[in-house]
């Protein structure tokens, strides 16, 4: 397989080891995940001509003496100083094997409240949430990238106001991505412009807020700044397909993922354009794959082992969902594509499920989920692909483009122009192609105001901020409908929307059954990179880090993305 020249930029400054090649890493990864050398050769032909990848973890690790091959994990975390220190520690250590942490707040006593064994009084959440970011300052991912975690904290703990506010100061909580957990009850206040009541997690009620002026203040400060995000942690625990294990706190980093306290997943993308023909293959493929990895691999606690040995949650999603639909001439904002979302991805369930219940049966091993048997906790999530689809060379999981026409400095500032090859193919089948249209996509990185290009193309080729509230929301529920755990994506706002807008999408995604939500609005972060004449961003597009800026140019030190002033 003959991969793009940014394809193998990135492999070779992160994945591959000293020597290797593509052919190489594939037989790595194949050969340690697979039982025998059938399902090593089905393994190596799925990897190594990109019908699917697996997380980073797995491409990375399997195969070398860095035994872990998860990428989400979620910690438990107790109100006293041995579990707090507990979970610093053990936090450091899926670091270095390779992982991202999300942690639940919600049992730690607020700022202020009384400590009955020093007669002293608590420092709180937030505090304690600098401490995790100064440890993940120290410890790289498997040494390789930026630290990664999440943390939340329920809409009803006393100290949800300082919370909200915790990363509105410039560099605070670099680490962190932030959500908060909203219950319905204070989504029905909300709407009531009623109060509801602060709970402490050792005093118990301890005041009430205005519901309605609490969510109008997560979404200023998401206007703002891209943060917090929400978590319908209701909606969640509601559609958690094993009650019986426990209940959902938190995500991993990216939100993706609901998993119960020292639990762990792997995930894996399917290449749609790949497989769409031999769709049913395909996702048992990767079934069997994914758990394979769950046998595979090593933890890097013993209490996560034995959580996932109980649970095998595995998170199956995929990338390239703008290709598809360009390819098809279908516009990323229409009833027909989100038509299509449904379809396929209930395609994707009914196969993943049915082959989940045949090696429940082939093990004689059975987990009793809400809708009927099968080997697998949790079958499908959409993650946000990140490097894999850079390597993959298609579009980031089901997001829209971001932008048509950029700069990749991939690694260490080497740089790749880049402009959409669906798009300039149809432009020059349609004999649209010239230097002046050239010109005037990579200015913009848009064509919305290109006189010559017709507006079936211009619908089709859409970038994230110009699409609406409304098409970026009811994409992700069409998925969601389907999808066993939850959804990464980003709901893409222009630069002069508005707070009401934020609190339109709030509304709208709770109502329309997603799991959680995040918004940015462009150009919403000071000490930002032009993308183009008209965009901005400061939150990477594929794994939604944190970008570093250097003399015009924007990079991720989580993936290796990057753009520059065109």
């Given at each position: ?36 050398e059938e399902s090593r050769k089905k393994y190596f032909d799925a990897i190594n ?412 080729f859409k970038t994230a901020n110009e699409i609406s509230i409304s098409g970026h ?76 800026h250097n003399e015009g140019c924007a990079t991720c030190p989580g993936c290796g ?6």
């Amino acid at each position: 397989m003959k991969l793009s020249e940014n394809a193998e930029t990135v492999l070779a400054k992160r994945y591959y080891l000293p020597g290797e090649d593509w052919d190489g890493l594939c037989k790595r990864v194949s050969d340690a995940v697979g039982k025998d050398e059938e399902s090593r050769k089905k393994y190596f032909d799925a990897i190594n001509n990109l019908y699917f990848l697996p997380n980073s973890p797995t491409l990375m690790n399997a195969g070398t003496n860095l035994p872990n091959l998860s990428a989400c994990f979620v910690l438990n975390l107790d109100d006293s100083m041995e579990s707090i220190m507990d979970t610093a520690k053990n936090m450091a250590l899926v670091f270095k094997s390779g992982g991202g942490v999300g942690i639940s707040f919600d049992n730690i006593r607020e700022k202020d409240a009384r400590v009955s064994e020093t007669n002293g009084v608590a420092s709180g959440v937030v505090s304690f949430m600098e401490l995790y970011n100064s440890v993940a300052n120290c410890v790289k991912q498997g040494g390789k990238r930026r630290a990664a975690l999440m943390g939340s904290l329920r809409v009803d703990h006393p100290e949800i106001l300082n919370f909200i506010d915790c990363k509105l100061e410039k560099n605070k909580l670099n680490n962190f991505n932030i959500s908060v957990c909203v219950t319905d009850k204070f989504m029905k206040a909300a709407e009531n412009g009623e109060e509801y009541e602060l709970i402490s997690p050792v005093n118990g009620v301890v005041g009430k807020l205005n519901a309605r002026d609490v969510l109008l203040r997560i979404a200023e400060n998401a206007h703002e700044n891209g943060e917090p995000g929400i978590l319908f942690i209701d909606t969640a625990n509601k559609y958690n397909p094993i009650p019986q294990f426990g209940k959902y706190k938190t995500t991993n980093p990216c939100g993706e993922v609901y998993l119960l306290e020292n639990e762990a997943c792997n995930l894996l993308s399917l290449n749609i354009i790949r497989v769409i023909d031999n769709l049913e293959y395909y996702v048992r493929l990767s079934v069997r794959f994914l758990n394979d990895v769950i046998d595979a691999g090593k933890y890097p606690l013993p209490q996560i082992h034995e959580q996932v040995k109980k649970t095998r949650k595995i998170g199956l999603g995929i990338m390239g969902w703008a290709d598809y639909l360009a390819l098809q001439k279908i516009p990323y904002d229409s009833k027909t594509a989100r038509k299509m979302a449904e379809d396929i991805e209930a395609q994707i369930y009914e196969y993943a499920n049915d082959e989940s219940l045949k090696i429940a049966v082939e093990k004689n091993e059975f987990i009793d989920t809400i809708d009927g048997l099968r080997y697998n906790g949790t079958l499908l999530t959409i993650a946000p692909t990140g490097t894999i689809s850079m390597i993959a060379d298609c579009s980031s999981s089901i997001e829209p483009y971001f932008a048509l026409a950029y700069t990749k400095n991939v690694m260490d500032g080497h740089s790749l122009k880049y402009i959409n090859p669906i798009l300039l193919q149809i432009l020059e089948d349609e004999g649209l192609w010239c230097s002046e249209v050239k010109a005037q996509i990579i200015k913009t990185g848009s064509i919305q105001n290109i006189d010559t290009i017709p507006q079936s193309i211009k619908d089709v080729f859409k970038t994230a901020n110009e699409i609406s509230i409304s098409g970026h929301v009811k994409m992700q529920s069409a998925f969601q409908k389907y999808v066993d755990n939850s959804i990464s994506k980003t709901i893409n706002l222009q630069s002069d929307a508005t707070v009401n807008d934020v609190l339109l999408a709030y509304v709208m995604a709770y109502n329309e059954g997603c799991k959680g939500i995040t918004v940015y609005r462009d150009g919403s972060r000071n000490n930002q990179v032009l993308t183009t004449s008209k965009s901005k961003i400061d939150k990477c597009p594929e794994c939604k880090t944190k970008l570093s800026h250097n003399e015009g140019c924007a990079t991720c030190p989580g993936c290796g993305w990057s753009l520059c002033t065109i």
